[in-house]
């Protein structure tokens, strides 16, 4: 399904609620009016639903984390979005902060993602998969096997996802007890402090 880019969105939703009420003003206008007030008042609304999330997650999906970026502040209300776009939203955000290795902003995100809720049980195993590596980061060991334990609980249908919980299950399991450094695969071991 194509995705109108947001500034035409704005143009379309301007011209055409600006054009109804310039057409009402007309002779026998008023019934004409509705003919483009219907469409940008569908437009506006459905931008204050879905917010910029369509075109965000396909920047994400080719990996142009600014553009991704860049989207998602179009979004001008995010708590006037539907409930579950509310969770993607934080989701996405956090996706973002985690590439820019900016983990405390992302566990933010992925953990009002959670509050908020998600679609699918696929997105939920996916976020507590990030809060897990996080943990596991910070060498909070059982609380990244708490987070493992909620993301084999979900509903997943992905088969990446499944093979991605089992290869995390397979690293925390290769940790031995009273281990101090946990170091999650393609993540840089922290810097010690002098």
């Keep these: 399904m194509p995705v109108i880019p947001i500034k035409i969105r704005f143009l379309l939703i301007a011209v055409l609620l600006i054009g109804g009420i310039v057409v009402s003003f007309l002779p ?25 999330l369509a075109s965000a997650a396909r920047a994400v999906e080719r990996g ?17 979005m539907l409930k579950m776009n509310r969770g993607v939203y934080h989701f996405l955000l956090g996706s973002i902060q985690m590439h820019r290795k900016d983990f405390n902003q992302a566990e933010v995100h992925m953990k009002d993602a959670l509050e908020v809720g998600m ?3 696929d997105y939920t195993a996916q976020i507590y998969l990030a809060l897990v590596q996080m943990a596991a980061n910070k060498n909070k060991l059982q609380l990244a096997k708490n987070y493992l334990k909620e993301a084999k609980n979900c509903q997943v249908t992905e088969p990446q996802i ?3 919980i089992q290869q995390i299950e397979k690293q925390l399991k290769m940790v031995p007890k009273g281990h101090q450094r946990m170091q999650m695969r393609g993540n840089r071991r922290p810097k010690r402090q002098r």
Excluded: M, R
Aim: charged share 10%; no cysteine; glycine share 10%.
């Design 28 to 52: 026998y206008g008023l019934a004409w009016s509705w003919i483009l007030l219907i469409p940008g008042i569908v437009l506006l609304v459905g931008y204050f639903l879905f917010g910029t």
């Design 64 to 80: 142009d984390l600014d553009h991704a970026e860049e989207q998602l502040k179009w979004t001008w209300k995010p708590n006037w």
């Design 119 to 121: 679609p699918t049980g």
């Design 162 to 164: 499944t093979a991605a």
